[in-house]
């Protein structure tokens, strides 16, 4: 592993690192401060935004990273704010016409959890296309402001409604803050960065260039939008699914489980993935260079997953219970048969973007179609079966070990046979 990836994967790092730091050293105060019911509606909350949002843009904002061209790479941006908006307003007006039946008949929410949802979409969104602008330049140090400031902007307002208490909506207004105002920084940032570019030779407005983009990049909208689509209802419906199928109680209690270690993790595994995707998309063709990388990067992910999983596995209850509370001690309990799950998803997870890099977006198409079945199996299925929410839990983590384990080979087939497949 070189030291200029070793600098750009420790930058993203400890932006993360920091950022779950402020959520994990204010956890204790705001479990005491808000019910596990309230946990499970923002979990429900986080659910529908996290499921719609993966596609905001159609996926096109990956492609930023693509061209040699800063002009294509800036009318690409162009393009997936367009779609954002046009998708905002679509999310809009469904949520008018249909916030009854949705509240009636899938989940028992405030109907406010559901008006706030286009504005966390269009923060959520921009934030997704912005980073990739970011990553383009370069610019991994205001990604890991972006992420320090979404976290403190969300925990600060969480405390202040908490303590005094004077709204039943603070973990949900805090969240639907930190979400925007990690925006300002890229902002910031990418006006500084494209300051010297004529924007007037871009032609934003014109339908024709938009029309030549979709198409060299149709693979992302085809593909890519419906892999990701699969990969966030797999990430993101268990709580939803689990307040559905039990309570709300007993969808915060999983949620907080995922909140405390799964966010970290993933938000580790992105920073990694991301830096990752950057480097051999600049080079993808040096089959001998990005196998060794891989390589390398897979043996200290593996040693991360094993200590995590280790200590999750023998210290989950007790952690949970000192940390949180006595009332969170079977939120732990979900943390120790998850483990296995963990340690599989922190060496696979940043081995995603590997496949849209070699334009294997179909190849991801499966895998997601697949994980999502197994995902409703085991939540839905085995459900009508057994009420035994640690058996229901139990085989949720074994299917997703065993997908993760799946994509690590994939991810190495991808990069070492590349050259075969030209």
């Given at each position: 592993m070189n030291n200029k990836f070793v600098s750009k994967a420790a930058t993203l790092i400890k932006g993360t690192f920091l950022g779950q730091l402020i959520v994990l050293l204010t956890s204790p105060l705001i479990t005491r401060m808000y019910s596990a019911e309230e946990f499970g509606n923002l979990a429900v909350y986080t659910s529908l935004l996290s499921i719609t949002v993966v596609n905001a843009s159609l996926k096109m904002e990956t492609s930023i990273l693509l061209p040699n061209s800063r002009k294509e790479s800036l009318q690409l941006l162009v393009l997936c704010i367009k779609i954002l908006i046009l998708n905002t307003i679509i999310l809009l007006l469904?949520?008018?016409?249909?916030?009854?039946?949705?509240?009636?008949?899938?989940?028992?929410?405030?109907?406010?959890?559901?008006?706030?949802l286009p504005i966390s979409f269009l923060g959520l969104g921009l934030n997704q296309i912005l980073t990739n602008l970011a990553l383009k330049y370069d610019d991994y140090r205001v990604i890991s402001r972006t992420k320090i400031n979404q976290n403190f902007w969300m925990v600060f307002t969480q405390l202040s409604l908490g303590f005094k208490k004077t709204t039943n909506y603070g973990l949900l207004?805090?969240?639907?803050?930190?979400?925007?105002?990690?925006?300002?920084?890229?902002?910031?940032?990418i006006y500084i960065n494209t300051k010297s570019d004529n924007f007037n030779k871009l032609n934003i407005f014109s339908v024709k260039n938009d029309s030549l983009l979709v198409k060299k990049y149709r693979h992302y909208p085809m593909y890519a939008s419906l892999s990701n689509l699969f990969n966030n209802i797999s990430m993101q419906s268990p709580p939803l699914i689990i307040a559905i199928t039990f309570n709300s109680t007993t969808a915060g209690l999983f949620s907080l489980c995922i909140k405390v270690i799964e966010a970290p993790i993933s938000m580790i595994c992105k920073s990694l993935g991301q830096v990752l995707s950057r480097d051999m998309s600049s080079d993808f063709k040096n089959t001998k260079k990005n196998t060794t990388l891989l390589v390398s990067v897979v043996k200290k992910l593996a040693i991360i997953g094993f200590l995590?999983?280790?200590?999750?596995?023998?210290?989950?209850p007790i952690t949970f219970k000192l940390i949180f509370g006595s009332g969170w001690e079977v939120a732990g309990s979900y943390a120790r048969i998850l483990s296995i799950m963990f340690f599989f998803e922190i060496i696979g997870s940043p081995l995603l973007p590997i496949l849209d890099v070699y334009q294997k977006q179909k190849v991801f198409l499966y895998w997601q179609f697949i994980r999502v079945c197994l995902v409703l199996l085991s939540l839905i299925a085995v459900p009508a079966f057994t009420k035994n929410i640690?058996?229901?839990?139990?085989?949720y983590s074994v299917s997703m070990a065993i997908m993760y384990a799946f994509l690590i080979i994939l991810a190495f087939n991808t990069v070492k046979n590349y050259n075969n497949c030209e």
């Open positions: 469904l949520i008018l016409v249909f916030n009854n039946w949705i509240r009636i008949s899938l989940v028992n929410i405030d109907k406010i959890y559901l008006y706030l207004i805090g969240d639907v803050l930190g979400k925007i105002s990690g925006n300002i920084s890229l902002i910031k940032s995590v999983s280790f200590f999750l596995a023998f210290f989950g640690v058996f229901i839990i139990t085989i």
